[in-house]
């Protein structure tokens, strides 16, 4: 298989820890060129890649075949329609945009080009979702009865970052809430409402940094939080079903792994702390056992498989768009139900 031409067009976090190094160590792909603006860091680590000073400079390259849009959210629509209506396949980072309408614009100008259109929805291969979809799709709980997911940070100083500046939609709903969200769709489907509750908590702080998300379900409780003053951690899921429950601490530990430099190659690369491992309580005849779970590997180059396989074998990709465009009205509806103080039926 010809290896899959890919520019980054950017090399901030996102570039340099999701991206870069699964398209390097993946044989399907080879990274040709990455954009950054002033500096020429990506260089250090992949010194045999051009590096461009801007995304127009990316697109024109007519060799590259794949452009991964990981730019600031507020420019993905207007640098994935561009990438498409260059005839480039795109991977887009989470928000895949902030409206429905825009997404619906977008999917469209793929299909009529031919084109991949996929958003980085990773963490649906995080080790510790994993584990909770492997426990689900066995029915170990019984019926699900509530659900609950928290992603928790300790980050009472404001950054100096688009991501801490008054822009539209910027700020944790959009940030951190296409995970939470996407986690929950992909366990328990669409739900028939919303109610949010949206806040700026840190002193100072231009964007929201704090939500709290409720999806409804007709027998299902279903409860997503997101802030950054949350220097106690609580459970990060927790599940509730007829059978008993599951607890799960901890956070996957693939963005720290990344961060520190470990290769997507390495042994350990993907591998759950056994103290974070979760807790499987059931009720057997009326007798409670305990289980420890341990963590399946987590690893993202699962997605990036399944990217390569879309592109040269024309299959579906890893993540969908128009999956992504209820996760987009579940975001909107959460503006809307914290504006109103009331829930948003779907």
């Known amino acids: 298989m010809n290896k899959i031409k890919t520019g980054i067009a950017s090399y901030g976090l996102s570039g340099r820890v999701f991206h870069a190094p699964f398209i390097e160590t993946n044989d399907a792909f080879e990274l040709c060129a990455i ?21 127009d400079e990316l697109l024109a390259d007519a060799a590259l075949e794949l452009i991964i849009v990981n730019t600031p959210d507020v420019t993905h629509y207007d640098y994935c329609r561009a990438a498409l209506e260059a005839g480039k396949h795109v991977i887009v980072e989470k928000p895949f945009v902030f409206t429905v309408a825009e997404g619906e614009k977008l999917i469209r100008l793929a299909a009529e080009k031919g084109r991949m259109l ?57 940030n951190l809430g296409p995970h939470l969200v996407d ?43 997101a802030g950054m003053l949350m220097k106690e951690p609580i459970a ?54 305990k289980e420890t779970i341990e963590t399946l590997q987590g690893n993202y180059k699962y997605y990036f498989d399944a990217v390569a396989d879309s592109i040269r074998n024309q299959t579906a990709p890893p993540v969908s768009p128009t999956e992504n465009l209820l996760i987009i009205q579940i975001l909107e509806a959460s503006y809307q139900s914290n504006a109103e103080n009331r829930v948003i039926n779907l």
């Open 236 to 289: 990060s899921f927790v599940l509730h079903g007829t059978n008993g429950s599951f607890i799960k601490q901890g956070i996957d530990p693939q963005e720290d792994q990344l961060r520190s430099g470990m290769w997507v190659t390495d042994a350990d690369y993907g591998f759950d702390k056994p103290e974070n491992y979760g807790t499987l309580t059931l009720d057997k005849n009326s007798e409670t056992t």
């Open 35 to 55: 954009c950054e603006r002033s500096k020429n860091e990506a260089s250090k680590k992949y010194p045999h890649v051009k590096i461009v000073r801007s995304f």
């Open 118 to 174: 996929t958003v980085f929805q990773n963490r649906r291969w995080d080790g510790d979702f994993m584990t909770i979809r492997n426990i689900v799709s066995k029915n170990r709980l019984g019926k699900i009865v509530e659900y609950r997911a928290a992603f928790q940070r300790f980050r009472p100083q404001i950054a100096d970052t688009w991501k801490e500046r008054t822009d539209k939609f910027v700020g944790i709903v959009y």
């Open 183 to 225: 986690q929950a769709l992909c366990l328990f489907g669409k739900p028939t409402g919303v109610f949010a509750q949206i806040k700026k908590q840190r002193p100072g702080s231009q964007i929201d940094d704090f939500c709290h998300i409720i999806l409804l379900y007709p027998e299902l409780q279903v409860t997503l939080t």
